[in-house]
């Protein structure tokens, strides 16, 4: 199962035909029902594509419909939604029955659908997200301990920017009574882009 069927599953999409085989540079695989790989001039997500000569009618339908850069989605066999970064939090901690793929964008722009297609979900307790071009592996339980001290931290009136970056200003290390092992977690998740994900959530 990859993205752009699931895609077409959910919606209940009947993709159009095309007339060329070959391999499809999205997804990877063969069709006989393809369309022309030349893409549109303002395409520039190339180091993300697979080797291949046409478009398959499901990714056909992805590449030629805005919705899937424009917006984040959430989509189950059961199921296609977008939603506002302000959803992103309880839907990452409340999903559907697998197999499903969640994607989130800060661009709101990027055709990052093209990295998440290999990596469809089948388990909610570790399971891939988008974030543009970037995938993320998620265990739930480190998401939920991630959420709530991000929830505790900000209430103590640490900035978003601190929690991203580790590095925390003067008077913050007094807000925390400079407890020295939670300093040092923080400045550890710096670079970790689960933490990051959940920052941009919250
Ligand atoms: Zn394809």
Redesign the pocket.
Known sequence: MNL?KLIVKARNIVPQLGKLQGY?I??G?YSNHGYSAKLKTNFTAYPYLQQGEI??P??FELYNNSEYRKNMFLVSKSEFRTFKREEGKAILLNLPIPPFALYFTRTWKKQGWITLMQKVSFSKTNFFVGLDYEVILVNSLRAKENFQLIENLLEKKISKTELKTGQLKVKSFERLDMDLELLNRLQLFSGDPLWGLCVFLN
């Open positions: 752009s499809c999205f997804c695989e478009i398959c499901n990714c």
